[in-house]
């Protein structure tokens, strides 16, 4: 079992950059892909990233240019750093995690409101 929990929401303003992080509480080394993924009120939860544990990642096409993602397994942490915000990407930001080989993700944390104002 592993436990994630997201930090670093907010409310900003149009134009800025928030980072987020999700520590795991154990080790996260053996948990091959790693993603943030985001739902916005009356949508679908939506992926917004992933990364491999050979560190390869994808973004949706909404936020590529703005979103990077990244692991640090030895802090056992996925991080989102998000610049230059937009209004729609206002959402309950989570990380999610699957072992190698999973089809869909077994570890969930809690989420993080992020809110961008105009």
């Known amino acids: 079992q592993v436990l994630l929990v997201e930090s670093g929401g907010g409310l900003v303003q149009a134009g800025e950059s928030l980072r987020l992080s999700c520590a795991a509480s154990?080790?996260?080394?053996?948990?091959?892909?790693l993603a943030w993924y985001r739902q916005a009120p009356g949508k679908q939860r939506e992926m917004v990233a992933t990364i491999t544990g050979t560190y390869s990642t994808n973004y949706a096409d909404s936020v590529k240019g703005r979103f990077a993602i990244s692991r640090d397994n030895a802090k056992n942490t996925v991080y989102l750093q998000m610049n230059s915000l937009k209004p729609e990407d206002t959402a309950v930001y989570y990380c999610a995690g699957k072992s190698l080989g999973a089809g869909n993700y077994a570890y969930w944390g809690q989420g993080t409101q992020v809110t961008v104002s105009s």
């Open positions: 154990r080790s996260i080394f053996n948990i091959f892909t």
